[in-house]
């Protein structure tokens, strides 16, 4: 029973952290450039979705109440279109298009990220805590 | 058996409840930041009332004996938010942080009075 906590909690942490590897991914994409509009970088986002009964878990996830990450989705607001006659990226006019990363966005979703990730570590001490206390009821 | 069967009384079951209890909060904890979930408590006095057992007075010896009714409630309810999220999400992390250390607290609480449960009976078995 104490097990799915740990699970839950595990679950959570992994999604967190592919939310954290996803702002990762866009801040080291933020300067990135390119020809056409279709092909710069776009900022990515995790959406996440419970796993609430036994059909919605699998193999990585597989414990009932926990979370996972259902799918990653581009941004799309726009790429801003930058004159740059000098970047071999440069089109005909001159132009180039920047990823739409925005720094500022992106650290708060890695605060929000490392905030969510220390509440499940927290509920993990917890719950090993009260496991071991548990435990000590034999001695008692 | 049976010297035993009700040593530790309710809080035997109480423990069970109360573990449940910190799971689900963690199930929150950990749904945080998923779109359109709805955020669980469960409700003791239910579950406990439950785990009880209630059934039907019978008043003639032809009426037919029902099993326990009591356990058709989970005890499961949904918790209603301060302040609505625009992405449907009902779990507020004060909220859940505030109820998951009452909870824990609970848990402990119920394991002292086993502790005490069980030195009184590892006591009296002693006899000293």
Redesign the interface.
Known sequence: ??D??FG??G??LH??LT?MNLTASNLANQNTTAPTEDGAFKAKRS????LMQQSDTHAGAQYV???RVANIVDLQNPNPRVYEPGSPNADKDGYVYMSNVNEVTEMVEMM?AAR?YQ??VE?VN??KA?MM??L???K? | MGLFDNALGIHERA??VR??R???L??N???????N?KARDLDFKKLIAGVEGVTMRTTQDKHIQTASLGNDTDGTLFRTPFNSATDGNTVE?AVE?AQ?GKA?AD??AT?MF???R??GI?KALRGD
């Open positions: 029973m104490i799915n906590i839950v909690a679950t959570a999604a967190q939310r959406v996440f979705k419970a109440g926990g979370v929000a969510a509440n499940n509920v917890t719950a009260l206390k548990t000590e009821v034999t008692a | 423990l069970a573990n449940r910190v799971e689900m963690s199930q904890i950990a749904n945080a930041d998923t779109p979930y992390m942080q998951f824990t848990y402990q394991l086993l502790e005490n069980i030195s590892r």
